[in-house]
């Protein structure tokens, strides 16, 4: 069934081509999303996939299945983003907070979108004190031991954590509330 | 590193229910994989993904996404509005076209129109005294007006007829078309030729008009009762007297005619008055004789010089008479 709409699409048959975008269009966005964790970039990558497949139609191979045709072409576009996203510093917190709201909303899959997770943090940090905002930056955004900082801005060590781990407790407040209701409505 | 361990890892940011600590050892494994490592993984993970077909559901997303697909392979909606919308732009396009045409038509009657009223127009060409000037006519014949003459011809000249108006003396070379006759009308006379090359005299001063036909043949009619037409054939001369309203044909040696055009004068034992005129005619200066036993005498030579002076001398020497230049006139006594 496949091949033959593979072969329809080599063929030249745009409505094939519509048949087998619709697909896997939601499978392919589910895979790219979890990987990239942007629904732009997603977009973005799905789209210049499909572009690419039937641009290059003629030169498909019938007898390769599609899925490893679509792993193919999306691979480096999704491949540099990877990267990008697996080294930035706030991912790890976007990781949390989203396991956390996963299993209380019970959805399999997550759609928190990263960038959308960093727009609200930046909103969410108007939330806190002075004090809790530079601790936080500080240890979470630029890295600095605790004991560092809490020398620089002279406290003591234990304060340091309190203010770090208010900041956390309110952010994440903050944040489960934007992003839940984000949750329901997108 | 345990390749189960790393899929294990993917699989599980892929989930985003990664833990930090697992988190930071998947964040170095990954630095540590080379561009085709991963793919493997990758891929890998993607089969399995797929496998497991926890397929979404096509949303609106995802139409979206087909739109735009659409647009760049040129399938798309927004395609056909286009072309909807070419099809509006050819409609306005068509109707401007049409407002074209009629602003066109409109302009070019009114052109017409313009250029009909243009026609009646009349054209004049003018040599002063002492000057010479040579018209060419739109279909190619060339007038050659001698001094005080006038040649005056409509804008549609050569459309219908070829008809000209003259005053003076004028050398004419026309251009042969049998279809069209030539029609030179005078106060006096009127020629018609097809093509021929004559000189026309009929200044308004003068009693006779006079037509020396070089080549060719000429028919000319005096325009008053009784209106016959002559036939002249060359080295022929019509001449007609205002006075006795005669026209007569007579030969004669028409290079005294022509001598005008050739800037010499030529003389056969002329009669003096005649040489008188017709030098002063051609340097355009009025002779004024207070001595009048000269008009006897006949002269027979030629002038060849643009200088009145050198005539005038050596008529002097032969008539022994004197002379005065005041302005335009030459006065001449004994």
């Not at chain 1, 329809?8 to 269009?25: A, C, D, H, M, P």
């Not at chain 2, 068509?94 to 009629?102: E, H, K, N, R, W």
């Amino acid at each position: 069934m496949e091949k033959k709409i593979l072969q329809e699409v080599k063929r030249g048959t745009y409505n094939s081509f519509i048949v087998l975008y619709k697909n896997w269009s939601p499978r392919l966005y589910s895979f790219i999303f979890s990987l990239v964790k942007s629904k732009e970039i997603t977009q973005d990558i799905l789209q210049e996939t499909f572009v690419t497949l039937w641009t290059h139609r003629a030169s498909i191979d019938t007898e390769r299945s599609l899925k490893s045709y679509l792993f193919t072409i999306s691979y480096h576009l999704v491949l540099k983003e990877f990267k990008y996203k697996v080294c930035h510093p706030r991912m790890s917190e976007y990781i949390e907070l989203s396991s956390e709201l996963n299993l209380s909303e019970n959805t399999t899959d997550n759609k928190i979108d990263f960038d959308d997770f960093l727009e609200k943090l930046e909103y969410a940090k108007k939330k806190l004190t002075p004090k809790q905002k530079e601790v936080f930056t500080l240890i979470k955004e630029c890295n600095y031991s605790v004991a560092y900082v809490a020398n620089k801005l002279g406290v003591n060590e234990q304060t340091a954590r309190n203010h770090l781990a208010t900041a956390i407790k309110t952010l994440r407040k903050e944040l489960r509330e934007y992003l839940s209701l984000f949750l329901l409505f997108f | 590193m345990n390749k189960q361990r790393l899929s294990f890892l993917l699989n599980k940011y892929r989930l985003n229910t990664i833990c930090p600590e697992e988190y930071a050892e998947f964040l170095t494994q990954v630095n540590l994989l080379s561009d085709k490592e991963l793919k493997e993984f990758f891929n890998i993970e993607w089969d399995q993904f797929i496998s497991s077909s926890s397929s979404d559901l096509y949303g609106e997303v995802h139409d979206e996404i087909l739109m735009s697909i659409n647009n760049r392979t040129g399938h798309g909606f927004e395609k056909k509005r286009f072309m909807f919308s070419n099809n509006y732009i050819i409609r306005i396009a068509a109707s401007l076209v049409i407002f074209l045409f009629l602003g066109l038509a409109v302009n070019m009657y009114i052109d017409k129109k313009t250029l009909c009223f243009s026609l009646k127009n009349e054209i004049s060409v003018n040599a002063g005294k002492g000057e010479k000037a040579t018209v060419t006519l739109p279909d190619g014949s060339v007038v050659k007006l001698n001094s005080e003459s006038q040649l005056t011809y409509q804008q549609n000249f050569g459309l219908d007829n070829r008809q000209v108006f003259f005053l003076g003396e004028g050398y004419f070379k026309v251009k042969k078309n049998p279809k069209k006759e030539f029609i030179v009308m005078t106060k006096s006379v009127k020629v018609r030729v097809t093509g021929t090359t004559f000189n026309l005299s009929c200044y308004d001063r003068c009693d006779q008009v006079q037509m020396a036909l070089i080549e060719g043949s000429v028919m000319i009619s005096a325009l008053q009762f009784p209106e016959k037409e002559y036939k002249v054939s060359p080295n022929q001369k019509a001449i007609f007297d205002k006075k006795s309203g005669v026209l007569h044909i007579e030969n004669s040696l028409n290079e005294f005619d022509t001598a005008w055009v050739k800037t010499k004068l030529t003389f056969h034992s002329e009669p003096l008055k005649n040489v008188l005129s017709l030098v002063g005619r051609k340097y355009g200066f009025s002779i004024k004789l207070e001595d009048y036993t000269l008009l006897n005498e006949r002269y027979t030579g030629c002038f060849d010089s643009e200088n009145i002076d050198d005539v005038l001398s050596i008529l002097t020497k032969h008539f022994k008479f004197k002379y005065q230049i005041r302005k335009n006139t030459i006065f001449i006594s004994n």
